[in-house]
């Protein structure tokens, strides 16, 4: 059974149009992680909450932002998708403590036309 | 600077042929290292963990090992099929706090037939 899951899975929207992505998990983790990836890069860390703290990059651009309501939900908002934005948005959850290391969701696919 | 380096960046085996793919990492504190496998447009799935403890840790035809001293793990398919196309990705985490991830680039495996 998927333990994090993201929505949709593609998505399509226009240049400068806002668009949101969503993750959800079933592990109760106290951390989750958004990550951008681009065609045969590594995935670049946008942000990520530990609990109630959100904590941004350095080098995440203002148009990206991030809003987690609960413990199990996380949502991505791109204010105004340039053609650049056009990636791979990853999910990912983590327990403070354990050795586990992270869980990935099957990621978004952002088109921007 | 915490980093993970892979080699090589892209290989091509034939069907049924086994294959070796390694992980450099200098990072610190260092708390576990997982290996992931990546499918073209979707998210990583992990193949195997291991911790500082840990050797040798095998998951079907997937072995990983640790060398902690040299900082050095590998990933060992055996018997490869056409569906172990993908990248593998090593992903060292750093214990405390939030548990950041440090990525390397990933290699690029192909099986042909």
């Known amino acids: 059974d998927a333990m994090v899951i993201q929505n949709p899975r593609y998505q399509v929207t226009q240049f400068g149009k806002p668009v949101t992505l969503s993750c959800s998990q079933t592990l109760n983790h106290n951390v989750m992680y958004w990550y951008q990836q681009k065609s045969s890069q590594a995935p670049k860390l946008l942000f990520h909450y530990y609990d109630k703290d959100f904590n941004n990059e350095a080098d995440t651009p203002d148009n990206f932002q991030s809003r987690r309501p609960n413990t199990s939900f996380c949502f991505l908002d791109i204010r105004s998708p340039g053609l650049g934005d056009a990636a791979m948005y990853l999910c990912?959850?983590?327990?403070?403590?354990?050795?586990?290391?992270?869980?990935f969701g099957q990621g978004t696919r952002l088109t921007v036309v | 600077k915490n980093q993970v380096e892979q080699s090589p960046q892209s290989l091509i085996i034939l069907e049924g042929k086994n294959c070796t793919l390694q992980c450099n990492y200098t990072v610190s504190p260092f708390s576990n290292l997982r290996w992931y496998k990546q499918d073209t447009g979707r998210g990583p799935v992990s193949l195997t963990i291991?911790?500082?403890?840990?050797n040798t840790k095998s998951n079907g035809r997937y072995t990983a090992t640790l060398d902690a001293d040299t900082k050095q793990s590998s990933l060992h398919i055996t018997a490869s099929q056409l569906s172990d196309s993908a990248s593998y990705i090593c992903v060292v985490f750093i214990s405390g706090g939030y548990n950041k991830l440090i990525f390397g680039a990933g290699t690029r495996l192909a099986v042909h037939p």
């Open positions: 291991m911790t500082f403890s840990e």
């Open positions: 990912a959850t983590s327990r403070e403590g354990q050795i586990e290391g992270a869980f």
